[in-house]
Every structure is written in C-alpha cells, then in structure tokens.
C-alpha cells in the first residue's frame, strides 16, 4: 500500500512536469497551427538560463524566477525572428524549419556553456525529505514540484476559462481566421501565446533540473512524449493536455514499477527483465494508438 | 566549354602530394561521441590522445602520424557509417575510440572485415566481441564489459554484503554488466531493474522499489551523464545512509564535477585509477592535470593507452605496416608501458589485467577524485575467452 501511494507520487509528479511542457506545445499548435520541435530547445533554454543565473544571485528560487522573464524574452524573440515567417506554410516547411532550430540551439548551448553537462543542487530547504506517511519518506523537492505544477495548471486554467487573453486563446483554437476577421490583434496574440509556452517549458526544463541534470539535448528525449500527451488530450485543449499528461504519468510508472514483477509470474527472471523495459517502453504509444482508434481528434479535441 | 585535363593546377596540385606521398604518414581514426549530452566522454578521450601524441613527439617508427576524430553522436548506426568513413576514404591504419557497445557491435565488421584494418577499442568491451564474435584484427585497451562488475560482484562477496538491488541501462552493456556481478556475487538479488536507455532520466519509480525491497546495497551501472542523475536522485530520496550504494563507471573524473560531494565515500571498480603507482601513470596523469587542471578519465587513460599500443607496433616494425600479419603479432605483445601497469592480451586479444576498489576522496587541494583503497582481482581473465576460438 505503502508502495503504491509512492508510485502513485512519482508518476502525479511525471505527469505535472510533462504537463507544463506539452500546455505550451498544444496551445502554439491548436492556435497558430504551428509544428514546434523546437519546443524542447526551449526547455533547455530555460534549465541552463536558470543555471546561469542561481549562479549570479546564488540562490534557488531567485534565479528560477528571474528565468522565466528572461524565457518569456526569449520565446517572445524567437517568435518575431523564425516563427513569424512559417505560419503560413505547411507542415512540413514548418518541421523542417523548428528541426533546424533544434540544431542551433544546441549548438549554442555548447558555445556558451560548453559540451559538459552542469548541476544544479537541490535547493538546500528543500533538500530533506518529508514523511507522507509513518516511514515513508518522499523527497520534498519532488513534493515541491507537485505543488507548483498544481499552481501552474489552476492558473492557466484560469486564465483560459475566465480572461479576455483566455477568450481569445479559446477562439483562436477553434477557428483562428474569424478572430482575425474581427479585427483581434492576431499578432500580438501569437506572440503572447508563444512567450507563454516558452515560459511553461522553462519552467518545466529548470524544476527537472536538479533530478536530471542539465545537458545539451535533455529537451528533445522528452519532447516526443509531450507531442504524444498533446495528441492523446487533443490538440489545442489545455484541459486534454492536462488529462491525458496524467495518465502517461501514471502508465509510464506503471510499466517501470509493476509490470516487471507482473511478468515475472509466469516468465523466468531473465526473460521479464529483458522484456519489460520494451513492453512499458510501447505502452504509452499502444494507448494513444487506442485513444485515436476511440476519438480521432483526441479525448478533448474539437470534432471536425 | 571544355576543360583541360590537365591544367596548371592540377600539376602544381600532382607537384604538391608528391612529398606528401613519400611521408605517408601514419593515420589512425577516432570514433567516439563529441557531440550531445555524453560529449565531455569523447573530448576527454581526445585530450588523452592528443597528450599521448605529445608524449610521442607526433611520431611512430619514426614517421609522422595523425588521428582522424569523427563523432559518433552517440548512435550505433552513425558511428558505423564514420567508420567506413574513416576505412574506404580516409585509408587508416587503425581505427580507435568507441565508448558504447552498441556502437562498437554496429561498427565492427565494416572495420575488421570489410576494411581488414585494426580496430583497437579504447571502451567498449561487449561480451559478443570476447566470445564467439572474437577477431585477429580487433584490440582492447579496456575490458570486457562483465569484467568489472565481476570484480566489484567478488569484492561485495568477501564483505560479508548479504543482498543487492541491480539497475543498469537496457543496452547490451547494461546486459553484461548485470550478468558480470552476478557471476561473482553469491548473495540474495532482492530485485533487478533495466531502465530505458538513453532516454530515461528519472528514476524514482525504481528508487522507490529498491525502499519496498530493502536490500544490502544498491549495485549501479550507469555511465556519464546517467550516473550523474542516479546519484542526484538516490540522494534526495533520503536512500543515502540507509541502503549503501557500489557502482561501475558512475562515478569518474568527467562526473564529479557535477556529482560532487554526492559521490564521497561511494565505492566503484576499476581497471585503472589516476594514483595506480608507475612512471607512465605518473607522467600521464600529472601532464593531464597540468594541461586541462582536472584529473584525467579511465576513459582517458585507455585512449591513451590505444595509442601507445599502436605506437610499440609502429615502432617494433620502423613503421612500416605494410604486413598485416606483422602487426598484429606486435600489438599481441602489448610491449609498452600501459599506465595500469603491464599487462598480457588473452587469447581473444582483451587484456589480462588487475582490477582494483576506488573510493571518491578529496585530494589536498580539495578537488574530488579517486583513490585506490583495495585490489579486487589480480591478472583476471573474461568469462567468455574460453568461447573465442582465436589461441
């Protein structure tokens, strides 16, 4: 039981950062029909400006607030420099593009800061762990995370569902030409949009940090889980993309947790060890293939 | 428009590769990763060949030599195609480098077989490569991957260690490195764990099982950046001080910058280790140390080694390797001074060699690094030589 309710933990605490990361990618594609690979970039972006950064002030907290202006700059940049020119084209241009991106982000990161990864500590307040239950620790950093990716979601599910941005942002995924047509600022909207998904990714990118350790690539691994989560919730559904980053939370750590000693009841050792690793590996994609077998669009996407 | 055969350039050109052609130097290629999160591996190694060209005067047999690095970007399938590279167009006499199996599994015939050019492996030891896949023209300057969890397996055993917990990445090194401490280690295994590789990077799921099962220790196989994050996240899951941990190649000179005084007091195996007393260790290490202010790498200092081996056959046969029989007995009799001290190749051409129990200390001028605190095994010998049909 004791064991569950940890697992239970691990994968609420997967689900909330990947969902950070995908909100930002399923808002750029359901709004701006935009193909962004370069999503991930920017949640690299955002763990080495945070590295940067709680070096200079030398303090946790203070840098990870100051990088998320700096990301929102970033984002906002990027945007008016690549972003801008590949709306109007297809997919295709647009993948080819962001996948550029993706080179040269790395390549800048390993300008700037160089080819070796870098650490960022586990803030020392956080550094303990705290008793869930009676002799069941959990490391409050991980707690932390859970409770700011909490924050994040009701306050983007705010802003969604009660602002005049969120109005927009919700009438933009449903049909982005007839805001245009009503004389809705579009640019700004976009560039807002896309500023906020940058800012989420960082977000995402530097509360990882300490647990993964900050390296060139460390958004591209990730990235295709977060493209799958915006597929099984429906593009553009902030809501979908909250849903269904719980449920890959919860079947990734299923397929690392239980699925091993399932097999092995009526596998040898040997073989269930080899095997499991690639069956948990298959299973978030068999259950997006079954979600899209289910509802096309996704499990909160717009029918068309 | 008609272009001349031959016109001034292409003469002066002709004119120009004629001395160049009576040099001939001697060329050795360099796979290894460069680029991406495992980057700091490969320029290490770069660093340590470079220093090993230095030592050498940039000469072997007394001709001049130079190495070919071409990154691997840490995929099987690259690394094969910078291999054939580096045999059909760029004609080297050696192949070196390669960190992961993987990559070395998908290289090996196009070096070996295809190009029947030298391949010395400066890492990657696959079990395949030592047993029954065994070949004349390949070389290592390492192990074989169970080799050293053997050792580490042997060590935990005379502790008095009664259970373990296993994690390694799902790749053919992680395979043989669990089969490795379990061919030595004859306590409870309380539970293995294969994780994905290289893409996973939390391992909370697997820390809060090794919590449920409550082993003895915690053995780990997780290389560069990967032990990196272990470490990280066995600490903040309050494991630390409850359940020790022992590890192979995740903790080295490359990660404990990053690891830091995570990785004091964590004991690991190894074939090498920067204070191993001989001169060769000692100039290797302090020149290393002189040149980049860190320490140098096991990775390193088998990169050097590779050099140095193929250098004793350049200057056994005054350089020309023209006979590639010749060749090969030389570099079988890996006569140069190894900075692990000397050692003999088995007959599947992987060393025989000793392998010690390292510590993470701080040196005096409190930089972090690795100590010799015990031999594991002397002179040992890898499980599958037996199956290489090679004598």
């Not at chain 1, 077998?293 to 996407?301: A, E, H, K, M, S």
């Amino acid at each position: 039981m004791d064991y569950l309710l940890l697992q239970m933990l691990n994968g609420v605490q997967l689900g909330l950062l990947m969902f950070l990361l995908a909100a930002g990618l399923t808002l750029t594609f359901g709004i701006m029909d935009l193909v962004n690979l370069a999503h991930g970039s920017l949640y690299m972006m955002g763990a080495y400006i945070a590295w940067t950064l709680i070096g200079w002030t030398d303090s946790f907290v203070l840098g990870a607030i100051l990088a998320l202006p700096t990301t929102f700059l970033l984002g906002i940049v990027v945007e008016a420099v690549v972003m801008r020119r590949l709306y109007a084209r297809d997919h295709l241009d647009q993948v080819l593009a962001t996948f550029g991106l993706i080179l040269f982000f790395n390549e800048l990161v390993r300008v700037i800061w160089g080819p070796a990864g870098k650490s960022i500590s586990v803030p020392q307040f956080l550094s303990h762990t705290v008793e869930i239950l009676p002799g069941l620790p959990y490391p409050a950093y991980r707690f932390a995370i859970i409770a700011v990716g909490a924050v994040v979601a009701v306050l983007l599910a705010w802003l969604v569902a009660r602002t005049r941005v969120g109005m927009l942002i919700r009438a933009g995924a449903s049909n982005r030409r007839m805001i245009a047509a009503l004389g809705i600022n579009i640019e700004l909207l976009f560039s807002l949009v896309f500023g906020l998904g940058a800012v989420f990714a960082a977000l995402a990118g530097l509360m990882a940090a300490p647990l993964t350790s900050v390296k060139i690539g460390m958004g591209d691994d990730i990235l295709i889980l977060a493209f799958v989560i915006i597929v099984i919730g429906g593009i553009g559904s902030i809501k979908g993309a909250f849903v269904a980053a719980m449920l890959v939370g919860q079947i990734d750590i299923v397929g690392r947790a239980f699925l091993p000693d399932f097999l092995k009841t009526f596998m040898s050792t040997a073989a269930a060890s080899s095997a499991a690793p690639a069956i948990s590996q298959v299973l978030v994609y068999v259950v997006m293939a079954g979600v899209l077998i289910w509802r096309p669009t996704g499990l909160f996407g717009q029918r068309t | 428009m008609k272009t001349k055969l031959f016109g001034p350039t292409t003469i002066v050109a002709l004119a120009l590769s004629l001395p160049a052609m009576a040099q001939s130097p001697i060329k050795i290629g360099f796979v290894s990763t460069f680029s991406g999160p495992q980057a700091a591996i490969g320029e290490d190694m770069r660093r340590s060949a470079e220093l090993a060209k230095e030592h050498l005067g940039g000469k072997m047999g007394g001709k001049p030599f130079e190495i070919v690095y071409e990154d691997d970007t840490f995929k099987p399938d690259v690394g094969k195609q910078k291999s054939e590279k580096l045999v059909q167009q760029d004609k080297v006499n050696f192949v070196t480098g390669y960190i992961w199996s993987n990559v070395l599994l998908a290289s090996l015939k196009a070096v070996t077989d295809e190009g029947d050019t030298i391949l010395v492996s400066a890492n990657a030891g696959p079990s395949q490569i030592a047993g029954n896949l065994c070949n004349k023209n390949f070389f290592s300057t390492s192990w074989n991957n169970d080799q050293t969890p053997m050792a580490m397996g042997e060590y935990l055993q005379k502790k008095g260690v009664k259970s373990l917990y296993l994690m390694a990445p799902n790749y053919a090194a992680g395979k043989d490195m669990m089969a490795g401490v379990k061919r030595t280690f004859k306590g409870e295994i309380k539970g293995e764990d294969f994780t994905k590789w290289p893409d996973q990077l939390d391992f909370s799921a697997e820390l809060a099982k090794i919590r449920a099962a409550k082993p003895d220790g915690i053995f780990i196989f997780y290389p560069g950046a990967h032990g990196v994050q272990f470490l990280t996240q066995y600490a903040a899951s309050g494991l630390k001080g409850q359940v020790p941990l022992y590890q192979v190649f995740s903790i080295d000179a490359i990660t404990l910058p990053q690891q830091k005084d995570l990785a004091l007091g964590i004991l690991g195996a190894q074939e090498w280790v920067n204070d191993l007393p001989n001169d060769a260790n000692k100039k290797y290490v302090a020149d290393f140390k002189k040149k980049h202010g860190t320490y140098p790498s096991f990775y390193g200092a088998q990169s050097y080694d590779a050099i140095m081996l193929i250098a004793s056959a350049a200057e056994a046969l005054k350089g020309d390797l023209s006979n590639k029989d010749k060749v090969r007995a030389e570099m079988k009799k890996a006569n140069f001074k190894s900075v692990r001290g000397d050692f003999k190749f088995g007959n599947n051409n992987f060393p025989i060699e000793n392998f010690y129990i390292q510590d993470t200390v701080k040196d005096a001028a409190g930089m972090l690094t690795l100590k010799t605190v015990a031999t594991a095994v002397t002179a040992a010998v890898d499980p599958y030589a037996s199956k290489c049909p090679m004598k």
